[in-house]
């Protein structure tokens, strides 16, 4: 069982939005940054989003991050069919000493 | 361009030993501390090891603790894992990551492709 608690499955139709949380506890996500990786499937994870909100250049503006207090949200807007992945959130825990990641999120495109 | 290229993974016995390495290029190599993440098949992610830019500074999870030993050269641009005591649990794909900063306190931003060990008698 994973530190971080993310949804297993999402869904939504095409062009349309969604979110997937991410929630945690203060020694993780209440006082470290948050990041959010895409692993499409048979390939690696690929950062979409760090320190919370911000996008690595070459990341679409239809991704987004935020956070409030020890939660932590992915939006992807306008869903296109090559967004069905499993979608990740990643922090430091302090407490632990160690990286923890959620146990992921499965995204269909309907 | 950042690549991280790992090598080294196999089948290999219960109770056997395997080193995994990962070759850095594209970027300065000891201005960021390294991670070792694992993925089941068919799982999740989970953290295994990190290490800081100058080996100072090295963490494990309680999963292998005393059994895997992360290192680095600096000099050849090369992260390592040296797995002794390998269980059928160990068994994943190990992928090579990079931490935005010179610590292991962070979450990585660029990964390898990742090599697979299957741990099987």
């Known amino acids: 069982q994973s530190v971080l608690t993310q949804p297993p499955s999402v869904s939504a139709a095409p062009g349309q939005k969604v979110t997937i949380s991410c929630s945690g506890s203060s020694s993780n996500i209440g006082n470290n940054y948050v990041s959010w990786y895409q692993q499409l499937p048979g390939t690696a994870p690929k950062l979409l989003i760090y320190?919370?909100?911000k996008r690595p250049s070459g990341i679409p503006d239809r991704f987004s991050g935020s956070k409030s207090g020890t939660s932590a949200t992915l939006g992807i807007t306008g869903l296109q069919t090559g967004d069905e992945a499993d979608y990740y959130c990643g922090t430091w825990d302090s407490s632990l000493s160690a990286v923890i990641f959620g146990g992921g999120t499965k995204l269909t495109v309907l | 361009e950042v690549q991280l290229v790992e090598s080294g993974g196999g089948l290999v016995q219960p109770g056997r030993s395997l080193r995994l390495s990962c070759a850095a290029s594209g970027f300065v190599f000891d201005d960021h501390g390294m991670h070792w993440v694992r993925q089941a098949p068919g799982k999740g992610l989970e953290w295994v090891s990190g290490?800081?830019?100058?080996?100072?500074?090295?963490a494990y999870a309680g999963s292998v603790k005393g059994r895997f030993t992360i290192s680095r050269d600096n000099a050849k641009n090369s992260l390592f894992l040296q797995m002794n005591s390998l269980r059928a649990e160990d068994t994943a794909f190990y992928y090579c990551a990079r931490d935005p900063t010179i610590a292991v306190a962070g979450s990585p931003d660029y990964w390898g492709q990742g090599t697979l060990v299957t741990v099987s008698s």
């Open positions: 320190d919370n909100n």
């Open positions: 290490i800081s830019w100058n080996s100072g500074s090295i």
